[in-house]
Nanobody
Framework: QVQVVESGGGLVQAGGSLRLSCAASGRTFRKYAMGWFRQAQGSRREFVAAISWSAGTIFYANSVKGRFTISRDNAKNTMYLQMGSLKPEDTAVYYC?????????????????WGQGTQVTVSS
């Protein structure tokens, strides 16, 4: 079993950057695929990025491609989301998720473990 906790959210101006972290418990972290999802107020949760356990497979939503970078450090049991060129429409609660998989699922339904979320607010 894996527990995940997000951190690094906050308020930033449009065009700015933030780095989110997701700390995971459990000695088998390196066997888990990880993903970032977000949910804006009044909207459905949406996929942001996913990374396989080896970091050999990475996917991004079209809306963040070229601006966000997902990475992981299995030695530190931590995943990251470096966000740049932030836009007001990136404002949302960002969730970290984990699943025991060789792949990097894009669907939230395929993830078993979720964090509580961290708020990212981008002002115009």
């Amino acid at each position: 079993q894996v527990q995940v906790v997000e951190s690094g959210g906050g308020l930033v101006q449009a065009g700015g950057s933030l780095r989110l972290s997701c700390a995971a418990s459990g000695r088998t972290f390196r066997k888990y695929a990880m993903g970032w999802f977000r949910q804006a107020q009044g909207s459905r949760r949406e996929f942001v990025a996913a990374i396989s356990w080896s970091a050999g497979t990475i996917f991004y939503a079209n809306s963040v491609k070229g601006r966000f970078t997902i990475s992981r450090d299995n030695a530190k049991n931590t995943m990251y989301l470096q966000m740049g060129s932030l836009k007001p429409e990136d404002t949302a609660v960002y969730y970290c998720a984990a699943t025991y998989s060789d792949y990097a699922p894009l669907s939230g339904a395929l993830y078993d473990y979720w964090g509580q979320g961290t708020q990212v607010t981008v002002s115009s």
